[in-house]
Protein backbone atom coordinates (compact mmCIF):
# COMPACT_ATOMS: atom_id res chain seq x y z
CA UNK A 1 0.00 0.00 0.00
CA UNK A 2 1.48 3.24 -1.12
CA UNK A 3 0.78 6.65 0.16
CA UNK A 4 -1.82 7.72 -2.34
CA UNK A 5 -3.92 4.11 -1.30
CA UNK A 6 -3.15 4.99 2.57
CA UNK A 7 -4.85 8.30 2.17
CA UNK A 8 -7.54 6.67 0.51
CA UNK A 9 -8.37 4.56 2.96
CA UNK A 10 -8.26 7.25 5.94
CA UNK A 11 -10.83 9.38 3.83
CA UNK A 12 -12.94 6.53 3.57
CA UNK A 13 -12.43 5.25 7.16
CA UNK A 14 -12.37 8.75 8.62
CA UNK A 15 -15.08 7.63 11.19
CA UNK A 16 -12.98 4.83 12.20
CA UNK A 17 -9.64 7.19 13.46
CA UNK A 18 -12.44 9.47 15.12
CA UNK A 19 -13.81 6.67 16.96
CA UNK A 20 -10.57 5.31 18.29
CA UNK A 21 -9.19 8.43 19.15
CA UNK A 22 -12.55 9.60 20.98
CA UNK A 23 -12.75 6.20 22.74
CA UNK A 24 -8.67 6.21 23.64
CA UNK A 25 -9.17 9.97 25.01
CA UNK A 26 -12.36 8.94 26.92
CA UNK A 27 -11.00 5.66 28.51
CA UNK A 28 -8.08 7.88 29.82
CA UNK A 29 -9.97 10.71 30.47
CA UNK A 30 -11.98 8.89 33.00
CA UNK A 31 -9.06 6.60 34.24
CA UNK A 32 -7.43 9.60 35.01
CA UNK A 33 -10.14 11.15 37.11
CA UNK A 34 -10.86 7.95 38.72
CA UNK A 35 -7.10 7.62 39.84
CA UNK A 36 -5.69 8.45 43.81
CA UNK A 37 -3.37 11.61 42.99
CA UNK A 38 0.15 10.36 44.24
CA UNK A 39 2.60 12.52 46.06
CA UNK A 40 6.15 11.63 45.20
CA UNK A 41 9.46 12.69 48.18
CA UNK A 42 13.04 12.54 46.60
CA UNK A 43 16.38 12.15 48.09
CA UNK A 44 19.78 11.71 46.69
CA UNK A 45 22.56 10.11 47.63
CA UNK A 46 27.05 10.55 47.72
CA UNK A 47 28.57 7.31 47.51
CA UNK A 48 32.56 7.98 48.42
CA UNK A 49 35.16 5.91 49.01
CA UNK A 50 38.23 7.70 51.88
CA UNK A 51 41.74 7.68 49.69
CA UNK A 52 44.59 9.32 49.05
CA UNK A 53 46.56 10.06 45.91
CA UNK A 54 45.55 10.65 42.48
CA UNK A 55 45.55 6.51 41.68
CA UNK A 56 43.61 5.68 44.63
CA UNK A 57 41.54 8.37 43.83
CA UNK A 58 40.10 7.31 40.34
CA UNK A 59 40.18 3.62 41.91
CA UNK A 60 37.73 3.96 44.45
CA UNK A 61 35.86 6.34 42.23
CA UNK A 62 35.62 3.51 40.22
CA UNK A 63 34.62 1.38 43.25
CA UNK A 64 32.04 3.95 44.45
CA UNK A 65 30.08 3.37 41.00
CA UNK A 66 30.24 -0.67 41.08
CA UNK A 67 28.72 -0.24 44.94
CA UNK A 68 25.61 2.34 43.82
CA UNK A 69 24.39 -0.44 42.09
CA UNK A 70 23.85 -2.33 45.09
CA UNK A 71 23.00 -0.12 46.80
CA UNK A 72 20.41 0.70 44.77
CA UNK A 73 19.20 -2.83 44.80
CA UNK A 74 19.46 -2.56 48.90
CA UNK A 75 17.27 0.87 48.99
CA UNK A 76 14.25 -1.64 47.60
CA UNK A 77 14.82 -4.57 49.21
CA UNK A 78 13.62 -6.29 51.64
CA UNK A 79 15.82 -6.03 54.79
CA UNK A 80 15.18 -2.21 54.60
CA UNK A 81 11.96 -2.20 54.17
CA UNK A 82 11.04 -4.65 57.15
CA UNK A 83 13.55 -2.28 59.39
CA UNK A 84 11.46 0.44 58.42
CA UNK A 85 8.30 -1.12 59.24
CA UNK A 86 9.51 -2.55 62.54
CA UNK A 87 10.96 0.93 63.69
CA UNK A 88 8.00 3.51 62.30
CA UNK A 89 4.93 3.89 62.80
CA UNK A 90 3.62 4.06 59.37
CA UNK A 91 0.40 1.65 59.32
CA UNK A 92 2.64 -0.45 56.17
CA UNK A 93 4.32 -3.83 55.47
CA UNK A 94 7.20 -4.54 54.26
CA UNK A 95 5.61 -5.41 51.40
CA UNK A 96 3.71 -2.07 50.74
CA UNK A 97 7.05 -0.22 51.94
CA UNK A 98 8.89 -1.64 49.13
CA UNK A 99 6.40 -0.60 46.45
CA UNK A 100 6.35 2.46 47.43
CA UNK A 101 9.94 3.07 47.11
CA UNK A 102 12.07 3.35 43.69
CA UNK A 103 16.03 3.52 43.26
CA UNK A 104 18.26 4.17 40.61
CA UNK A 105 21.91 4.86 40.36
CA UNK A 106 22.64 7.83 38.06
CA UNK A 107 25.02 6.33 35.16
CA UNK A 108 28.29 7.14 35.01
CA UNK A 109 28.63 8.94 38.33
CA UNK A 110 28.46 8.34 42.34
CA UNK A 111 24.83 9.55 43.07
CA UNK A 112 22.22 7.09 44.07
CA UNK A 113 18.52 8.40 43.75
CA UNK A 114 15.36 7.33 45.86
CA UNK A 115 11.81 8.04 45.46
CA UNK A 116 8.83 7.66 47.51
CA UNK A 117 5.34 7.71 46.76
CA UNK A 118 2.18 7.81 48.26
CA UNK A 119 -1.32 8.97 48.48
CA UNK A 120 -1.14 10.93 51.94
CA UNK A 121 2.42 13.78 51.16
CA UNK A 122 2.82 13.81 54.56
CA UNK A 123 3.53 9.83 55.07
CA UNK A 124 5.80 9.97 52.11
CA UNK A 125 8.08 12.61 53.14
CA UNK A 126 7.85 10.34 56.84
CA UNK A 127 8.86 7.03 54.84
CA UNK A 128 11.57 8.65 53.06
CA UNK A 129 13.26 10.39 56.10
CA UNK A 130 12.86 6.79 57.65
CA UNK A 131 14.00 5.13 54.53
CA UNK A 132 17.30 7.24 54.86
CA UNK A 133 18.44 6.78 58.29
CA UNK A 134 17.89 3.38 58.02
CA UNK A 135 19.82 2.94 54.67
CA UNK A 136 22.83 5.02 55.79
CA UNK A 137 23.08 2.74 59.01
CA UNK A 138 22.90 -0.28 56.91
CA UNK A 139 25.53 0.75 54.47
CA UNK A 140 27.52 1.71 57.52
CA UNK A 141 26.94 -2.04 58.87
CA UNK A 142 27.57 -3.48 55.54
CA UNK A 143 30.90 -1.98 54.57
CA UNK A 144 32.76 -2.00 58.01
CA UNK A 145 35.10 -4.63 58.24
CA UNK A 146 35.12 -7.25 60.73
CA UNK A 147 36.98 -6.28 63.67
CA UNK A 148 37.22 -2.65 62.30
CA UNK A 149 35.06 0.35 63.46
CA UNK A 150 35.12 2.76 60.01
CA UNK A 151 33.33 1.76 57.34
CA UNK A 152 35.00 1.62 53.27
CA UNK A 153 32.42 3.64 52.27
CA UNK A 154 30.81 6.58 52.81
CA UNK A 155 26.98 7.48 52.03
CA UNK A 156 25.77 11.23 52.16
CA UNK A 157 22.98 12.73 51.53
CA UNK A 158 23.28 15.74 49.33
CA UNK A 159 19.46 16.40 48.37
CA UNK A 160 16.06 15.62 50.03
CA UNK A 161 14.24 14.49 51.37
CA UNK A 162 12.33 17.15 49.43
CA UNK A 163 8.59 16.47 49.08
CA UNK A 164 7.07 17.68 45.68
CA UNK A 165 3.53 19.57 46.62
CA UNK A 166 1.94 18.49 42.86
CA UNK A 167 0.91 15.06 42.22
CA UNK A 168 2.98 12.65 40.20
CA UNK A 169 0.27 10.61 39.02
CA UNK A 170 -1.83 11.23 37.40
CA UNK A 171 -0.58 13.74 34.85
CA UNK A 172 -3.72 14.77 32.50
CA UNK A 173 -2.02 16.34 29.93
CA UNK A 174 0.39 13.19 29.35
CA UNK A 175 -2.17 11.05 29.49
CA UNK A 176 -4.73 12.37 27.00
CA UNK A 177 -1.71 13.20 24.45
CA UNK A 178 -0.64 9.98 24.67
CA UNK A 179 -4.20 8.50 24.50
CA UNK A 180 -4.97 10.62 21.18
CA UNK A 181 -1.59 9.30 19.74
CA UNK A 182 -2.67 6.18 20.49
CA UNK A 183 -5.96 6.40 19.59
CA UNK A 184 -4.52 7.98 16.18
CA UNK A 185 -2.12 4.71 15.79
CA UNK A 186 -4.71 2.44 16.37
CA UNK A 187 -7.32 3.82 14.15
CA UNK A 188 -4.98 4.54 11.37
CA UNK A 189 -4.04 0.23 11.88
CA UNK A 190 -7.77 -0.38 11.60
CA UNK A 191 -8.32 1.51 8.46
CA UNK A 192 -5.76 -0.12 6.83
CA UNK A 193 -6.74 -3.15 7.89
CA UNK A 194 -9.90 -2.92 6.65
CA UNK A 195 -8.96 -1.44 3.62
CA UNK A 196 -6.83 -4.43 3.29
CA UNK A 197 -9.27 -7.33 3.62
CA UNK A 198 -12.28 -4.78 2.40
CA UNK A 199 -12.15 -7.10 -1.10
CA UNK A 200 -15.51 -5.25 -2.01
CA UNK A 201 -15.51 -3.17 -5.17
CA UNK A 202 -15.43 0.61 -4.69
CA UNK A 203 -14.33 2.18 -7.96
CA UNK A 204 -14.64 2.00 -11.30
CA UNK A 205 -11.17 1.29 -12.50
CA UNK A 206 -11.68 -2.15 -10.49
CA UNK A 207 -15.31 -3.14 -11.32
CA UNK A 208 -13.67 -3.46 -15.11
CA UNK A 209 -10.99 -4.67 -14.23
CA UNK A 210 -12.67 -7.93 -12.98
CA UNK A 211 -15.55 -7.73 -15.73
CA UNK A 212 -13.33 -7.09 -18.87
CA UNK A 213 -16.64 -4.81 -19.84
CA UNK A 214 -17.38 -1.14 -19.72
CA UNK A 215 -18.44 0.68 -16.92
CA UNK A 216 -21.11 2.80 -19.02
CA UNK A 217 -22.37 4.90 -15.47
CA UNK A 218 -21.21 5.50 -12.41
CA UNK A 219 -24.59 6.44 -9.87
CA UNK A 220 -23.84 8.39 -7.09
CA UNK A 221 -25.24 7.61 -3.36
CA UNK A 222 -28.25 9.60 -2.13
CA UNK A 223 -29.84 9.12 1.06
CA UNK A 224 -32.85 10.71 -0.16
CA UNK A 225 -33.13 7.97 -3.12
CA UNK A 226 -35.15 5.29 -0.34
CA UNK A 227 -38.10 7.85 -0.48
CA UNK A 228 -37.70 9.30 -4.22
CA UNK A 229 -37.20 6.33 -6.53
CA UNK A 230 -37.73 7.77 -9.50
CA UNK A 231 -35.02 10.13 -9.89
CA UNK A 232 -35.78 10.79 -13.66
CA UNK A 233 -39.01 11.87 -12.77
CA UNK A 234 -38.51 14.34 -9.97
CA UNK A 235 -34.96 15.10 -9.80
CA UNK A 236 -34.33 15.87 -13.51
CA UNK A 237 -30.90 18.25 -12.41
CA UNK A 238 -29.79 15.59 -9.84
CA UNK A 239 -26.55 14.40 -10.70
CA UNK A 240 -28.35 10.96 -10.34
CA UNK A 241 -30.64 11.75 -13.59
CA UNK A 242 -27.50 12.62 -15.14
CA UNK A 243 -25.97 9.44 -14.64
CA UNK A 244 -29.00 7.57 -16.19
CA UNK A 245 -29.03 9.88 -18.78
CA UNK A 246 -25.28 8.74 -19.45
CA UNK A 247 -26.12 5.05 -18.88
CA UNK A 248 -28.61 5.56 -21.95
CA UNK A 249 -26.19 7.48 -24.13
CA UNK A 250 -23.35 4.92 -23.50
CA UNK A 251 -26.21 2.03 -24.64
CA UNK A 252 -27.29 3.72 -27.47
CA UNK A 253 -23.53 3.57 -29.00
CA UNK A 254 -22.28 0.26 -27.55
CA UNK A 255 -22.82 -1.01 -31.11
CA UNK A 256 -23.74 1.58 -33.73
CA UNK A 257 -23.68 -0.99 -36.27
CA UNK A 258 -25.91 -3.48 -34.49
CA UNK A 259 -28.09 -1.24 -32.02
CA UNK A 260 -29.63 -2.93 -28.90
CA UNK A 261 -33.08 -3.22 -28.40
CA UNK A 262 -34.01 -5.84 -25.82
CA UNK A 263 -31.55 -5.28 -22.51
CA UNK A 264 -31.72 -6.89 -19.52
CA UNK A 265 -30.56 -5.22 -15.71
CA UNK A 266 -29.47 -7.37 -13.37
CA UNK A 267 -26.93 -7.63 -10.53
CA UNK A 268 -25.06 -10.40 -8.54
CA UNK A 269 -26.94 -10.14 -5.07
CA UNK A 270 -29.91 -8.61 -4.04
CA UNK A 271 -30.05 -4.93 -2.56
CA UNK A 272 -27.75 -3.62 -5.49
CA UNK A 273 -30.41 -1.58 -7.28
CA UNK A 274 -31.38 -3.33 -9.99
CA UNK A 275 -34.74 -2.65 -10.54
CA UNK A 276 -34.58 1.19 -9.74
CA UNK A 277 -31.60 1.32 -12.66
CA UNK A 278 -34.22 -0.80 -14.58
CA UNK A 279 -36.92 2.10 -14.03
CA UNK A 280 -35.08 4.72 -14.48
CA UNK A 281 -33.11 3.94 -17.64
CA UNK A 282 -36.84 2.78 -19.13
CA UNK A 283 -37.44 6.76 -18.19
CA UNK A 284 -34.49 8.28 -20.02
CA UNK A 285 -34.92 6.42 -22.92
CA UNK A 286 -39.00 6.98 -23.19
CA UNK A 287 -37.42 11.13 -22.48
CA UNK A 288 -35.65 10.76 -25.53
CA UNK A 289 -38.76 9.86 -27.59
CA UNK A 290 -38.46 6.35 -27.76
CA UNK A 291 -41.30 4.07 -27.42
CA UNK A 292 -40.33 1.89 -24.36
CA UNK A 293 -41.68 -1.46 -23.32
CA UNK A 294 -40.32 -1.80 -19.19
CA UNK A 295 -40.84 -5.80 -18.56
CA UNK A 296 -41.06 -6.72 -14.69
CA UNK A 297 -39.78 -10.62 -14.94
CA UNK A 298 -38.07 -10.43 -11.29
CA UNK A 299 -40.58 -13.17 -10.90
CA UNK A 300 -39.52 -13.70 -7.38
CA UNK A 301 -39.83 -10.06 -5.64
CA UNK A 302 -40.99 -7.92 -8.06
CA UNK A 303 -41.01 -4.37 -6.83
CA UNK A 304 -41.97 -2.12 -10.19
CA UNK A 305 -44.73 -1.94 -10.08
CA UNK A 306 -44.89 -0.76 -6.34
CA UNK A 307 -42.49 1.92 -7.73
CA UNK A 308 -44.16 3.32 -10.26
CA UNK A 309 -48.14 2.93 -8.46
CA UNK A 310 -49.16 0.46 -11.26
CA UNK A 311 -51.32 -2.97 -10.14
CA UNK A 312 -49.09 -6.17 -10.42
CA UNK A 313 -51.43 -8.41 -9.68
CA UNK A 314 -51.98 -9.45 -13.57
CA UNK A 315 -48.90 -9.00 -16.06
CA UNK A 316 -45.74 -10.95 -17.63
CA UNK A 317 -46.28 -14.71 -15.57
CA UNK A 318 -50.25 -14.41 -16.69
CA UNK A 319 -48.90 -13.81 -20.57
CA UNK A 320 -46.91 -16.74 -20.48
CA UNK A 321 -49.19 -19.24 -18.88
CA UNK A 322 -51.99 -18.01 -21.76
CA UNK A 323 -54.17 -16.56 -19.64
CA UNK A 324 -54.21 -13.29 -20.87
CA UNK A 325 -53.27 -11.45 -23.75
CA UNK A 326 -50.32 -8.92 -23.44
CA UNK A 327 -51.73 -6.25 -24.90
CA UNK A 328 -54.78 -6.77 -21.92
CA UNK A 329 -51.51 -6.18 -19.11
CA UNK A 330 -49.87 -3.49 -20.66
CA UNK A 331 -49.88 -0.53 -18.63
CA UNK A 332 -48.86 3.30 -19.72
CA UNK A 333 -46.59 5.18 -17.28
CA UNK A 334 -46.80 9.23 -18.04
CA UNK A 335 -46.63 11.02 -20.91
CA UNK A 336 -44.28 9.46 -23.09
CA UNK A 337 -44.06 6.15 -24.88
CA UNK A 338 -43.65 4.36 -21.84
CA UNK A 339 -45.25 0.73 -21.62
CA UNK A 340 -44.76 -0.99 -18.49
CA UNK A 341 -45.65 -5.30 -18.13
CA UNK A 342 -45.70 -5.91 -14.29
CA UNK A 343 -44.77 -9.40 -13.33
CA UNK A 344 -48.26 -10.67 -12.05
CA UNK A 345 -48.74 -13.61 -9.94
CA UNK A 346 -45.61 -15.46 -8.47
CA UNK A 347 -45.72 -18.58 -10.15
CA UNK A 348 -44.02 -21.71 -8.31
CA UNK A 349 -41.43 -22.09 -11.04
CA UNK A 350 -39.99 -18.95 -12.40
CA UNK A 351 -37.07 -20.07 -14.00
CA UNK A 352 -38.80 -22.37 -16.20
CA UNK A 353 -41.34 -20.00 -17.36
CA UNK A 354 -38.92 -17.21 -18.05
CA UNK A 355 -37.03 -19.87 -20.24
CA UNK A 356 -39.74 -20.79 -22.28
CA UNK A 357 -40.29 -20.77 -25.71
CA UNK A 358 -43.15 -18.23 -24.92
CA UNK A 359 -41.05 -15.78 -23.48
CA UNK A 360 -39.27 -15.95 -26.58
CA UNK A 361 -42.23 -15.25 -29.23
CA UNK A 362 -43.22 -12.40 -26.47
CA UNK A 363 -40.09 -10.86 -27.10
CA UNK A 364 -39.61 -11.47 -30.80
CA UNK A 365 -43.44 -9.91 -31.56
CA UNK A 366 -42.40 -6.87 -28.86
CA UNK A 367 -39.01 -5.81 -31.22
CA UNK A 368 -41.70 -4.59 -33.55
CA UNK A 369 -43.91 -2.52 -31.59
CA UNK A 370 -40.87 -1.07 -29.69
CA UNK A 371 -37.30 0.63 -30.21
CA UNK A 372 -36.10 -0.44 -26.67
CA UNK A 373 -37.22 -3.08 -24.37
CA UNK A 374 -35.97 -3.00 -20.79
CA UNK A 375 -35.95 -6.21 -18.76
CA UNK A 376 -35.51 -6.18 -14.87
CA UNK A 377 -34.20 -9.55 -13.49
CA UNK A 378 -33.71 -11.40 -10.23
CA UNK A 379 -30.11 -11.56 -9.05
CA UNK A 380 -27.95 -13.82 -10.75
CA UNK A 381 -26.25 -15.68 -8.04
CA UNK A 382 -29.38 -16.86 -6.08
CA UNK A 383 -31.15 -18.07 -8.94
CA UNK A 384 -31.03 -18.92 -12.73
CA UNK A 385 -33.53 -16.74 -13.84
CA UNK A 386 -31.50 -13.36 -14.66
CA UNK A 387 -29.11 -15.60 -17.18
CA UNK A 388 -31.89 -17.42 -18.46
CA UNK A 389 -33.41 -14.47 -19.53
CA UNK A 390 -30.15 -12.80 -20.38
CA UNK A 391 -29.83 -15.48 -23.59
CA UNK A 392 -32.70 -14.03 -24.86
CA UNK A 393 -31.41 -10.46 -24.89
CA UNK A 394 -29.28 -8.53 -27.26
CA UNK A 395 -27.16 -7.85 -24.12
CA UNK A 396 -27.30 -7.34 -20.37
CA UNK A 397 -26.57 -4.94 -17.91
CA UNK A 398 -24.70 -5.25 -14.51
CA UNK A 399 -25.46 -3.35 -11.80
CA UNK A 400 -23.14 -3.41 -9.44
CA UNK A 401 -23.40 -1.40 -5.53
CA UNK A 402 -20.17 0.76 -4.48
CA UNK A 403 -18.68 -0.72 -1.26
CA UNK A 404 -20.71 -3.92 -0.97
CA UNK A 405 -20.79 -6.37 -3.68
CA UNK A 406 -17.44 -8.55 -2.96
CA UNK A 407 -15.06 -8.89 -5.89
CA UNK A 408 -15.67 -12.64 -5.93
CA UNK A 409 -19.72 -12.05 -6.03
CA UNK A 410 -19.06 -9.60 -9.46
CA UNK A 411 -16.85 -12.65 -10.89
CA UNK A 412 -19.25 -15.02 -10.35
CA UNK A 413 -21.67 -13.08 -11.71
CA UNK A 414 -20.01 -12.53 -14.89
CA UNK A 415 -19.46 -16.37 -14.78
CA UNK A 416 -22.92 -17.04 -15.20
CA UNK A 417 -23.92 -15.03 -17.83
CA UNK A 418 -20.58 -16.37 -19.77
CA UNK A 419 -22.03 -19.69 -19.13
CA UNK A 420 -24.72 -19.33 -21.01
CA UNK A 421 -23.08 -16.74 -23.63
CA UNK A 422 -24.41 -14.23 -22.76
CA UNK A 423 -23.21 -10.77 -24.13
CA UNK A 424 -22.58 -8.36 -20.89
CA UNK A 425 -23.16 -5.17 -22.71
CA UNK A 426 -21.48 -2.91 -19.26
CA UNK A 427 -21.86 -2.49 -15.45
CA UNK A 428 -23.43 -0.11 -13.61
CA UNK A 429 -21.11 1.03 -10.39
CA UNK A 430 -24.53 1.66 -8.35
CA UNK A 431 -24.40 4.11 -4.86
CA UNK A 432 -20.41 5.40 -5.78
CA UNK A 433 -20.72 7.83 -2.36
CA UNK A 434 -20.04 11.52 -3.26
CA UNK A 435 -22.41 14.39 -3.83
CA UNK A 436 -25.50 12.87 -5.10
CA UNK A 437 -27.66 16.75 -4.86
CA UNK A 438 -25.01 18.66 -6.94
CA UNK A 439 -26.19 19.45 -10.54
CA UNK A 440 -24.07 19.01 -13.68
CA UNK A 441 -25.47 22.59 -14.80
CA UNK A 442 -27.21 25.33 -12.80
CA UNK A 443 -29.67 27.54 -14.43
CA UNK A 444 -31.81 30.21 -12.56
CA UNK A 445 -36.07 30.50 -13.05
CA UNK A 446 -36.21 33.03 -15.38
CA UNK A 447 -32.90 30.81 -17.47
CA UNK A 448 -35.01 27.82 -17.46
CA UNK A 449 -37.72 29.44 -18.96
CA UNK A 450 -36.18 31.17 -21.59
CA UNK A 451 -33.77 27.45 -22.65
CA UNK A 452 -36.88 25.31 -22.06
CA UNK A 453 -40.31 25.91 -23.77
CA UNK A 454 -43.17 24.91 -21.51
CA UNK A 455 -44.36 21.32 -22.30
CA UNK A 456 -48.02 20.79 -23.11
CA UNK A 457 -49.06 17.99 -21.17
CA UNK A 458 -52.58 16.18 -22.47
CA UNK A 459 -53.51 14.43 -19.09
CA UNK A 460 -52.60 16.77 -16.26
CA UNK A 461 -53.70 14.33 -13.56
CA UNK A 462 -51.11 11.73 -14.73
CA UNK A 463 -48.24 13.26 -15.92
CA UNK A 464 -45.57 13.77 -13.52
CA UNK A 465 -44.04 17.13 -12.44
CA UNK A 466 -41.15 17.02 -13.97
CA UNK A 467 -41.27 13.79 -16.30
CA UNK A 468 -41.01 14.38 -19.54
CA UNK A 469 -38.01 17.34 -19.82
CA UNK A 470 -36.46 17.83 -23.08
CA UNK A 471 -32.55 17.47 -22.87
CA UNK A 472 -30.95 18.50 -21.48
CA UNK A 473 -32.76 20.56 -19.27
CA UNK A 474 -36.36 20.54 -17.85
CA UNK A 475 -39.25 22.48 -17.32
CA UNK A 476 -39.45 24.19 -13.74
CA UNK A 477 -41.69 24.12 -10.81
CA UNK A 478 -43.25 27.18 -12.50
CA UNK A 479 -43.29 26.36 -15.93
CA UNK A 480 -46.09 23.23 -15.09
CA UNK A 481 -49.36 23.55 -15.00
CA UNK A 482 -50.75 23.72 -11.71
CA UNK A 483 -52.16 20.80 -10.16
CA UNK A 484 -49.90 18.11 -11.51
CA UNK A 485 -48.08 15.73 -9.04
CA UNK A 486 -44.85 15.01 -8.34
CA UNK A 487 -44.34 11.40 -8.80
CA UNK A 488 -47.54 9.66 -10.24
CA UNK A 489 -51.25 10.29 -9.82
CA UNK A 490 -51.18 6.70 -9.26
CA UNK A 491 -48.01 5.68 -7.33
CA UNK A 492 -47.80 6.32 -3.93
CA UNK A 493 -46.37 9.45 -1.85
CA UNK A 494 -43.23 6.77 -0.53
CA UNK A 495 -42.67 4.22 -2.80
CA UNK A 496 -39.57 2.18 -1.28
CA UNK A 497 -36.28 1.76 -3.01
CA UNK A 498 -33.53 3.76 -4.03
CA UNK A 499 -31.59 3.79 -7.23
CA UNK A 500 -29.30 2.05 -5.30
CA UNK A 501 -30.37 0.34 -2.39
CA UNK A 502 -33.11 -1.68 -1.91
CA UNK A 503 -32.94 -3.65 -5.32
Sequence with gaps: ????????????????????????????????????????????????????????????????????????????????????????????????????????????????????????????????????????????????????????????????????PVPVSPRPARNLALATLLGLLTGVGASVLRETLDTTVKTAEALTGLTAAPVLAVVPFDASAKRSPLVMAGHAHSARAESFRQLRTNLQFVDVDHPVKVITVSSAVPEEGKSTTAVNLAIAFAEAGSRVLLVEADLRRPRIADYLGLEGAAGLSNVLAGQVDIDDVLQRWGSQELQVLPSGFIPPNPSELLGSAAMTALLERQRQDFDMIIIDTPPLLPVTDGAVVAVKADGAVLVTRSGKTASAQVTRAIAALSTVDARVLGCVLNMQPGKADAPYYYYGKAEARRRVPERRYADPVTVPATFGASEPLSATESDRPAGIATASATAPADAGGTSGSAR
Design 1 to 164: MDLKDLLRALRRNWWLVLAAVVTAVGIAAGLTATATPQYATSVTFFVSTPTDGVNAVYQGGLYSQQRVKSYAELLSGERLARAVAEGESLGLTPAQIQARTTARAVPETVLLQATVTDPDPARSEKLAKALTERFMALVDTLETPRGGRTPTVNVEVVAGPQLQ
